[in-house]
Nanobody
Framework: QVQLVESGGGLVQPGGSLRLSCAAS????????MGWYRQAPGKQRELVAS???????NYADSVKGRFTISRDNAKNTVYLQMNSLKPEDTAVYYC?????????????????WGQGTQVTVSS
C-alpha cells in the first residue's frame, strides 16, 4: 500500500516562509511526476508546482519567483519552499504523485494524493 504523508503546514505572517514536505512510502518501484496542488475555500484545486524524476519543474504564474519545488529521489520525498507568502496563498496544500509499483512481475503506475496540510497566511 502506498501512502503520501505531508508535513510543514501552519500559520505564518505575510512575507514569511514555510517549507512543506511530502514523503511517499510503501512498495515503490519508481516515481516520475510529483507535484503540489492547493485548494482555497470556495475555489477549485489548482496545480502550484510540479517536478519530474529528471528535475524538470513547472510553476503556476502566481507563485513563480516565490516558491521552489525540489525532491530527494533516494528518500521518495518532495519539498515545497514557500517564501514571500501572501494571504492569497492560504489554502489546503496537497501532495500528488505518479507512482509505479511491481505487481505480479509487471509494472503498474497509479496516481496518489496526500491527506493535505493547511497553510494560513495572516497577520
Amino acid at each position: 500500500q502506498v501512502q503520501l504523508v505531508e508535513s510543514g503546514g501552519g500559520l505564518v505572517q505575510p512575507g514569511g516562509s514555510l517549507r512543506l514536505s511530502c514523503a511517499a512510502s510503501g512498495s515503490i518501484f519508481s516515481i516520475n511526476f510529483m507535484g503540489w496542488y492547493r485548494q482555497a475555500p470556495g475555489k477549485q484545486r489548482e496545480l502550484v508546482a510540479s517536478i519530474t524524476s529528471g528535475g524538470s519543474t513547472n510553476y503556476a504564474d502566481s507563485v513563480k519567483g516565490r516558491f521552489t519545488i525540489s525532491r530527494d529521489n533516494a528518500k521518495n520525498t518532495v519539498y515545497l519552499q514557500m517564501n514571500s507568502l501572501k494571504p492569497e496563498d492560504t489554502a489546503v496544500y496537497y501532495c500528488n504523485a505518479d507512482i509505479t509499483q511491481v505487481v505480479h512481475f509487471t509494472t503498474q503506475t497509479s496516481n496518489y494524493w496526500g491527506q493535505g496540510t493547511q497553510v494560513t497566511v495572516s497577520s
